[in-house]
């Protein structure tokens, strides 16, 4: 008997305003208007536990919150993610495309925050079971056009978002170093383009692994 093939999961990331949620939507439904089986879906959130959990995380009143607190948040909220939606998805041949995942976390909570990269994949390591996707989508722009975008057109600006530019900054720098660390999975495009040239370059390159 002949095993169903395996989804793929892929990830999106990149600094606030680098138009990854919009990207990342706009791929995953050209796809699935093609016939091709793929679920977008979101962190910090993605299913009823990990978006209470977001809810937290993101609060603007929650500026109090400690940074190692934080980082357990977000751990806690995509391995209830993981294993609600991303791998059950997956099993069924379903190739999953998530905005964010652990580089996320290494970058905002471990360089951001200063707590550490080693100490916060470790905790997301424990989290996830050492599930990575097979390939991520890095939509690169630096803090400055992040910040401008993000300040143009969102009304409201949750805890991350309300951070200082040098914290922007200090995220950028980090996702730097996971690109590095992470060569052979990164797919790094220059997101400070027309978002309409971003999709069909990310949208080529998605299409092109699920017809590999």
Known sequence: ????????????????????????????????????????????????????????????ANTEMDPRTEALLYAASRRQHLVDIVLPLIEQGVTVISDRFVDSSIAYQGYGRGIGAEEVFSINAFATENHMPVKTAFLNVNAETGLARIQANRAVLDRLDAESEEFHKRVYDGYQKVIAQYGDRMIVVDASRDVH????????????????
Not at 198 to 204: D, G, L, P
């Open 1 to 60: 008997m002949k095993c169903m093939k395996k989804g793929l999961f892929i990830t999106f990331e990149g600094p606030d305003g680098s138009g990854k949620t919009t990207v990342s939507k706009a791929v995953s439904e050209k796809l699935l208007s093609e016939g091709y089986q793929v679920r977008y879906t979101r962190e910090p959130g993605g299913s009823a536990i990990s978006e209470k959990i977001r809810d937290i995380i993101l609060d603007p």
């Open 197 to 212: 040239e971003v999709i069909a370059e990310v949208y080529s390159i998605v299409k092109g692994l699920l017809d590999d």
